[in-house]
């Protein structure tokens, strides 16, 4: 079946560590999006990419990395400039011209500070 | 800017009564409207789309919402809640104006089921 995968499920980050949260889709979709997720807060987009090797910033990139060097994979990188990154971070897959179908999401990589 | 508010943060039903919850967006233009749904630790299911047509909508697992222009809302309804339903609840429009066409989200409602 076609699907998001996000990997790992939890993550454990020590101050001053940059950590990667992967994503890899087999949907062959071409926008590829990165949501953070805090109580209360509903989504905030933190990066997408529409086609490969091209992603653009959203709302709160700053802190957070990405590339896009294959179609099926959008990595996120959580460096040690992001002072706050304890959240739940969900990775979505849209048809290029798919935002009207809405989003496949994956389930979600809980990241915390320890 | 678009935006999407979802009024209520947490909202308790008995299992078998009816549901609503409340979304209001800001937009000028038709927008694309969506309603997700997101189990504890999950990520977000898709539950219904809106974009043209007729107002009233079906989705999956019994849900329907209503597109109200004149008062720029889309609840969405159940008219028997399931102790499964208990989740939380995401109303998303597209940012449009033909820009990126990236989702905005609501807060969020949480739906708590007493048996």
């Known amino acids: 079946d076609g699907g998001i995968t996000q990997s790992p499920k939890y993550l454990f980050r020590k101050e001053g560590q940059n950590v990667t949260l992967s994503c890899e889709q087999n949907?062959?979709?071409?926008?590829m999006y990165w949501y953070r997720q805090d109580p209360g807060q509903g989504l905030r987009l933190i990066y997408y990419?529409?086609?490969?090797?091209?992603?653009q910033k959203g709302d709160i990139a700053e802190g957070y990395s990405v590339s896009r060097e294959k179609k099926e994979s959008f990595p996120l990188t959580v460096t040690s400039a992001q002072k706050n990154p304890t959240a739940f971070y969900l990775c979505?897959?849209?048809?290029?011209?798919?935002?009207?179908?809405?989003?496949?999401f994956g389930s979600g990589t809980r990241l915390t500070v320890v | 800017a678009q935006s999407v508010t979802q009024p209520d943060i947490h909202i308790t039903v008995s299992e078998g009564a009816s549901l609503e919850l409340r979304c209001n967006y800001s937009y000028g233009a038709t927008p694309y409207l969506f309603w997700y749904v997101q189990s504890p630790g999950q990520g977000l299911q898709l539950l219904l789309k809106?974009?043209?047509?007729?107002?009233l909508v079906q989705g999956i697992k019994g849900f329907e919402a209503e597109f109200k222009r004149s008062q720029s809302s889309f609840n969405l309804r159940k008219p028997s809640v399931h102790w499964s339903d208990a989740a939380e609840y995401f109303c998303a429009v597209v940012a449009g104006g033909g820009s990126q066409g990236n989702l905005i989200f609501g807060k969020g409602t949480k739906l708590s089921v007493k048996p």
């Open positions: 979505a897959s849209s048809r290029f011209t798919g935002y009207v179908y809405g989003y496949t």
């Open positions: 990419s529409q086609i490969v090797n091209d992603f």
């Open positions: 949907l062959n979709h071409d926008a």
């Open positions: 809106y974009f043209s047509g007729d107002t």
